[in-house]
């Protein structure tokens, strides 16, 4: 019984760190696609020559920036979620590997550079998502 419940738990951990995968990806495409569009939409609203009005390039930036700030904040909630599944599996794992005679053989500081790990996760999404909200403010107003 004792190597199910391992197995499952470390199933459970593989299956953690996949869904972080896609939400870390999904973020980084998303936020370097939303920079690409806004930039080439923030620079056609201020051309200064166009017969048109800035206005439909405004609000196009509008809404790509609140979709932007929406989908980082759930692509940085499943992190902090996986997070802590991720310790409280691991804490899991910690507890039998004690029991079993066995704790010696797992570095306790794994835990906190997965932490950390996270943390720079964190960190790369809100630069992009940042980048994509500044620069093409920026051509656009200058």
């Known amino acids: 019984m004792l190597e199910q ?3 499952h738990i470390t ?3 593989q299956q953690g760190a996949r869904t972080d995968t896609v939400f870390v990806l999904t ?3 998303f936020n370097l696609i939303v920079l690409g569009i806004n930039s080439a939409v923030a620079a056609a609203a201020a051309n200064p020559y166009r017969d048109q009005t800035s206005v439909a390039g405004d609000l196009v930036l ?3 920036v609140l979709l932007l700030i929406v989908v980082n904040a759930i692509a940085i909630a499943g992190l902090l979620t996986g997070r802590e599944t991720r310790n409280r599996l691991l804490q899991g794992l910690l507890a039998m590997y004690r029991d079993n005679g066995v704790a010696q053989y797992y570095d306790v500081t794994l835990l906190t550079n997965y932490n950390r790990r996270y943390l720079l996760f964190t960190g ?3 630069c992009l ?3 994509a909200i500044v620069v093409p403010v920026i051509v656009r107003t200058l």
Do not use: F, K, R, S
Request: glycine share 6%; aromatic share 0%.
């Open 62 to 64: 509008g809404i790509l």
């Open 124 to 126: 790369v999404i809100l």
């Open 129 to 131: 998502a940042l980048t």
């Open 27 to 29: 973020a980084i495409v």
């Open 5 to 7: 419940v391992h197995e």
């Open 11 to 13: 199933n459970e951990l």
